[in-house]
C-alpha cells in the first residue's frame, strides 16, 4: 500500500512543501496552458473546427507530460537515490525491518513525487484537448498505458544507475547516458533490424496509435523527426502489434533492474548482476535479435531499414552483414554482462579467502566472487548456438548456395569471439573495472585512431592501416566475419584482410596467453 | 546464557590493506563496551560488520544469538546503529524524520507519536521537534540521530564516536541516557578516540590499534594491566642524579630528566608493584640517596600513547 509506505511518505513531506514546489507547479501549469492555447486559440480564430485544432494541440501536451516524468523524473531518481547512498541515509534504511520490495517502491515513487504531481496539473489540459478533440480511447488508452510502462523503465533506470554508482555526479552521468543509449542509441539499431530496441521507447505506440488522428501540421513535425511508422514487429514466423511487444520488452527489462535494485540493496559491494541473471539476460536478448531477424535470415523479407529500398538483401551482403551484426551486437552486450557480472581481483581474493577459511577448497562456480571460467563458458555456448543457427538458417535459404561458399568458414567467426571473451573476461579479472576503462581506451581506441590517421595521410596505404586495426582487440570479431565472404567479390583485396585477421588474430592469441598466465599467477600467490 | 555479542576471528580487507585482524570478543548483555582506538584503528569497520553493512572477509559474528551471516535481518530488528559523522535528511522536520523511522521500524499510530516524543524528550531535543533537520547544529545532529537509534528499543546499540560535536552538557546527557538504555538490558558498544569520556560511561574497554585487539576486559583491569605492564616512577634524588641515571641506564632501565626538578629521574618500569618495590631497594642498596619514589598514574591517553608506539606485528599468514 503506497500510501502507508514510510519512505513514501518521507518524500511526500519533503518534496511537496508548497515553499519549494510552488514554483514548479506553476511552471507547469504556465507553459502548458500557453502550448495549448498557442497552438489552439489561433487556429480557431482562423476559422478552422475546433476538433482538429484540440488534436492539434496533443502533441505540446504529451511532450511536456514525457519532459516532466521521463526526463527530470527519471534525473531525479538517480541523483536523489546516489545523495541517500553518498550521505549514509541509505544505510539506515538498509537497516529497518522494511520488506526490500517497499523500500524500492518508496523510493521509486517517492523520488519522483513532485513529477507526478506536476503530471497531474497536466492532465486538465490534456482532459480538455481529448474532449474537444473528440480522440478515440483506442488512440491515447494504448499510448497512456505504454508511456507509463516507459515511465518505470526509465525510472528505474534512474534507480539502477543511482544504485551502481558512488559519486552523485557520476550517477547523473550513467543514468543521462543510459537514457540516451536507450532512447535515441540502441532504437537506431532497429535500422539493422533489431527493432525490439525501438520498442523501449514510447515512439512505435506514438506511430501506431496517435499521428493518425493528430492533425496535419503535427504530422509533418513528427515526419522531421524521423520516427518509425506504426508497424507490427516480426517475431520469427509470427507478428505481433507493437503495443504489445512494447509491454513485453519493457516488462523484461523492470524484471531485470528490479533484480539488480534489490541486489544492490541487500549489499553494496557486490556485483551488480548475478552471473546466472546475466547468462539468462543474454539469452532472452539473443533469441528476441533472432526472431526479429528471422525474416531476413530465411528471405521472407527485408526488415533491415538501411537495404529496404533493395527488396533482397542479396547472398553476398547477407552472408557477411546478418552475422555480423548479430556478432557485434551480442558480443558488445556480453562485454557489459561481463563488466557487471564477474567479480574484480579484490573480490575474488576475498571470497576466496572467506571459502579457505570455511574449509572449502574453492569456490561455487556460480558465486559472485567465484572467477569467469565457467560462466564464459557457457556465453560462448549460446553464442555458438546462436552463431550456428544463422549461419545454419542463412544455408537453408539458399544464400551460400548462390555463392559457393562454405558454410563452415563461420568457424572463423566463433574463433574470433571465443577469443575476444575471454580476453575481456581477464582483463577484467586481472585489473579491475577501473583499468578496464584505461585498456580499452588505450589498446583498443589507440590502434583504429593510428590506422585512420595512416589512412588520412595516404589512402594508398589503407592495407597497413587495415594491418595496424588488427592490433586493436574489438577488430578480431570483423576481421573474422570478412572471412565468410565470397572470395569473387574480395578480389585482390582478399590477400590483405586475410593479413589483417592474422594480425588480430596474433595479437588476441599474445594477449590471452598473456592475460590468462598473468591471472593464474595473481591467484596462485594469493594470500591467506 | 548466551552472550549480547560473540565475535571470533574477525577480519576485514579493503585490497591489500587489513583493517581488522583476527578480532575475537566477547560482550555480555547490559554492558556498555568502549571501543577505543586511534583514526584507523578499526573501529568503523568492526562496527559496520556488526551493523551488518559490511561483509568481513571471515569471521564469525553472532548477535542476539543470530549468526549475522546467516541470519542478518533478525539481527537488523534488533539492532540500533548510530554511524560516525551521523547524516540526517536536512529537509524533514525532526518529527518526520523520527516518525519516517519509527514506521519503517513498524511502529504505527498513537504509539508512533508517543515513542517519537520519549525519544525526543530522552535526548531533550523534545523543544525543536518541527524544526527542520538541515538547521540544526552538529551536536544536536548527533542528539536526533542518537533519538532515531533508541526508538524501536533495540537490544543492541552500536555508537560509532556518538559524542563527536556534543557539549559537555549533552554528553552528560549522552552518558546517562546510555546507562539508563543499558540498565535495561540493552548491550551498547560505543566507540571513540576521546578516551577520557569512554572510561567514565563504560563498564568494559577494548583497545584497537591497526586492526588488532591490545588489551580488553573491565575498565579497571585494563588501566591495571597497562599500568602494570609499563609505569612511570618520579624518582627524587638527594644531590647530583647523574650516577644514579648511568647506574639505571646500565641496567638498560629508560630514564629521563625532568626539566622542572633537576634532582628528578622519571624511570620508565616495566612490571608490577613488585617490581617497583625491587627497584627501590636495589637503589638504596646501591647507596644512593632517595627522599621520593612515586608511581605516577598514566591516563588512557597516556596508554594510548604507549600501544600506538609499540612495534607493529608480524602480519599473520
Redesign the interface.
Known sequence: MLHKN??F??FC??EL?PK?AFFWYLLVLISTAFAVAVTYAPQVAQGREAMAAARNALLPVMIIQGIILLFMGTGSIASGITREKV???L????????PTRDKIIGYLFGLPVRHYVMFAITLPFLAFVLIVGRIPPSAFVPYYLVFFTSTLLYHFTGLVAGMISRKWRWSARISQGLIFLLYFVLPQLSHIGLVFLEFLTVRPVFAEKIIPVIGSNANISIQGMGFMAGQSVPLFTLTLSGTLFSFIIQAGLVVLFAGIVARKWK?D?IPAISKKMALITFAAFSIMSLANIWPNLTRAESALNIFQSNGDLGAEIAVVLLPLIMALVTTYLAFVLMTSALPDP?QF??GR??AM??GHDKLNLWEDAAGGYPFIAVLLFIQVIFFGVVIFTLNQAGYYADIELNPLQGLWLLLGTALTLFYFQALKENFGTGMLAMFVLVSWAVPILLAVVIFAVNQDQWPLALAVTGFSPIALIPFSVFQMAPVDELQDNLIHLQRALGVALLTMTGLNVWLHLRLRKLRKAL?? | MEPAIDIL?L?V?Y?DLTAVNNLSLTIGSGEIYGLVGPNGAGKTSTLNVL?????P???TVRMAGYDLEEDP?AI??R?G?M?D?A?I?G???VW?FL???A????IWGTEKAKTVDKCLELVGMAEKRHVLCGTLSRGMTQRVVLA?TLLHSPGILLLDEPASGMDPIARIELKDALQNVASEGATVIVSSHILSELSEMATSIGILHKGRLREHGPVMQVLSSLKQASSVIALDLVGDPQPCRQWLADRHIKVTSDEKHPSRLMVELAGDEMHQAQLLKDIVQADFSVHGFQAKHSSLEDLMRAISAEPDEEPE?
Open positions: 514510510p519512505i511518505i518521507r513531506r519533503s512543501r519549494k550521505d549514509n541515509v544505510n539506515y534504511q538498509r537497516l529497518t525491518p522494511l549489499a559491494s579484490m581474493r576475498h579467502i572467506r577459511r570455511l594470500p591467506i | 576471528d577480519r580487507d585490497g551493523a551488518t553493512l559490511l561483509v572477509t571471515y569471521g535481518e537488523r530488528a539492532l546503529y554511524p559523522l547524516p535528511i529537509n524533514l522536520k518526520e516518525d519516517l523511522f514506521a519503517a521500524h513498524g532515531k599468514s
